[in-house]
Nanobody, 124 residues
Framework: QVQLVESGGGLVQPGGSLRLSCAAS????????IGWFRQAPGKEREGVSC????????HYADSVKGRFTISRDNAKNTVVLQMNRLKPEDTAVYYC?????????????????WGQGTKVTVSS
């Protein structure tokens, strides 16, 4: 059974950093395109970033470009979302998702597997 588990969320002050991880057991994340999404209370789900399989092409939402970095750690079979210079508007539950199609997208509709999410709160 394909399972994704997110970790690393928490409470951080504006301007701070968090490092989210997306881990899988029993299968290799490197073979999948991986996306990070978030959903704030009362808002629609938003694509944050994604990384393709094969050439590791990455994409970012304009709202996080220059502040967030997505990368693979194949030794740990994880995909990491490094979030810097966090803002209160980054507060949301963050989800990772996996897609068997190699080219990634920040459209959530194409992803086959989803984690349960990790909560990020940016507040002073």
């Amino acid at each position: 059974q394909v399972q994704l588990v997110e970790s690393g969320g928490g409470l951080v002050q504006p301007g701070g950093s968090l490092r989210l991880s997306c881990a899988a057991s029993g299968w290799t994340l490197d073979y999948y395109a991986i996306g990070w999404f978030r959903q704030a209370p009362g808002k629609e789900r938003e694509g944050v970033s994604c990384i393709s399989s094969g050439d590791d092409t990455v994409h970012y939402a304009d709202s996080v470009k220059g502040r967030f970095t997505i990368s693979r750690d194949n030794a740990k079979n994880t995909v990491v979302l490094q979030m810097n210079r966090l803002k209160p508007e980054d507060t949301a539950v963050y989800y990772c998702a996996a897609d068997t199609f190699p080219l990634c997208s920040t459209s959530g509709a194409k992803y086959d597997y989803w984690g349960q999410g990790t909560k990020v709160t940016v507040s002073s």
